[in-house]
C-alpha cells in the first residue's frame, strides 16, 4: 500500500524480448515534496522476480536531460524495461523538471531538485517498496543534464549513492552560460561567477571520499560536451580517483543513450553484487 502524501497512478506489465521474454512492472507514482510544497511524478520498473518473493532489491535512479521529463526514459529507449529484470534491480526515474540541472536553486524557489531527489524521492521509494536500504544498494545516473545530476548528486551525497555515472554530462555549467536555463537557476554567470564553478562536477572533485563512490563517466566523440567529459577524465586521473571512463563514437541523441545505459547499469550491477558479497 502506498504510503501517505503519494499515490499509486497505474500500474501495468510491460514485456520485451532481451535474450528472453522480460516482464518488468511499471509504477507510475506521485512523490510529494515538502521542499517544492507539490507533488511530482516518478516511474518506478520493478523485476519480474518482484512479486515472487520477499528479497530486497538494490535500486539504480535513472535521470532525464534538459526539456524532458520523468517519462523521457521509458518512451524514448526501448532497452531500459529489460534491464530492470536482467540485473534484477528496481529503477526509479524520478522528475527533475525542465531544466533544474538536479540543483537546489538558490533564486528559485519551486526548483529544489537535488533536496527532491536525493532525499524526498529516495525515502519514498525505501518507505514503499523492498529496497536495500544502504548506499551499497543505490546508484544514480543519467543523461545530458541528468549526467550533471547523476554524478553532482553522487558526490554530494556519499552516504545516500554508492556508485554514480554520466551519459553525455554537462559536467561543466560554464561550458555556456547563456544555454540550457542554468542562469534561471543560479542567477546570471556575469553575477555568480563563484556559484556556477563551484555547483559545477568538474571542479567537485575534491569531495570525493576515497573508496566512497564508485564513478563511471560515457559519452561520444561527435558529442557537444565530449571534451568538457574527456577534461573531467583527466582530472580524476590527475587527483587519482578511481573511475571507469568509455567514449566512442557517438553523438547527443537517444541512439547513443540506448546503447550507454547498458554499459551502466552493467557497472552498477558489478558494484551491487560486490558490495553484497564483500
Not at 502524501?5 to 520485451?16: R, T, V, Y
Not at 511530482?40 to 539504480?60: C, H, R
Amino acid at each position: 500500500m502506498m504510503k501517505s502524501k503519494a499515490w499509486l497512478l497505474s500500474s501495468f506489465m510491460l514485456f520485451f524480448s532481451f535474450s528472453g521474454l522480460f516482464a518488468a512492472r511499471q509504477d507510475t507514482v506521485q512523490v510529494y515534496s515538502e521542499a517544492m510544497q507539490r507533488e511530482i511524478p516518478a516511474i518506478i520498473l520493478t523485476p519480474d522476480s518482484y512479486e515472487k518473493g520477499n528479497q530486497q532489491y538494490p535500486v539504480i535512479y535513472l535521470l532525464h536531460g534538459y526539456s524532458d521529463s520523468y517519462a523521457g526514459w521509458t518512451t524514448k529507449a526501448s532497452v531500459v524495461p529489460s534491464l530492470a529484470d536482467e540485473h534484477q534491480v528496481i529503477v526509479v526515474m524520478p522528475d527533475g523538471g525542465y531544466s533544474s540541472w538536479y540543483i537546489d536553486s538558490p533564486v528559485d524557489p519551486d526548483s529544489q531538485f537535488e533536496t527532491h531527489i536525493a532525499s524526498e524521492v529516495v525515502s519514498f521509494i525505501d518507505e514503499n517498496y523492498r529496497t536495500i536500504q544502504d548506499k551499497s544498494g543505490r546508484a544514480i545516473t543519467g543523461l545530458s543534464m541528468g549526467g550533471h545530476g547523476g554524478l553532482f548528486l553522487g558526490i554530494r551525497h556519499q552516504d545516500t549513492f554508492g556508485a554514480a555515472g554520466s551519459m553525455s554530462g554537462g559536467v561543466d555549467l560554464t561550458y555556456d552560460v547563456n544555454a540550457w536555463e542554468i542562469a534561471k537557476r543560479l542567477g546570471p554567470y556575469r553575477q555568480q561567477p563563484e556559484r556556477w564553478d563551484s555547483l559545477s562536477v568538474v571542479n567537485m572533485l575534491d569531495k570525493i571520499s576515497p573508496g566512497e563512490l564508485k564513478i563511471i563517466v560515457d559519452c561520444g566523440l561527435d558529442d557537444f560536451f565530449f571534451e568538457i567529459n574527456r577534461n573531467l577524465h583527466r582530472e580524476l586521473l590527475r587527483k587519482d580517483i578511481p573511475h571507469d571512463y568509455i567514449e566512442r563514437p557517438g553523438r547527443h541523441n537517444w541512439v547513443y543513450w540506448d546503447n550507454a545505459v547498458q554499459y551502466q547499469f552493467l557497472f552498477f550491477s558489478n558494484f551491487f553484487k560486490a558490495s553484497q558479497s564483500g
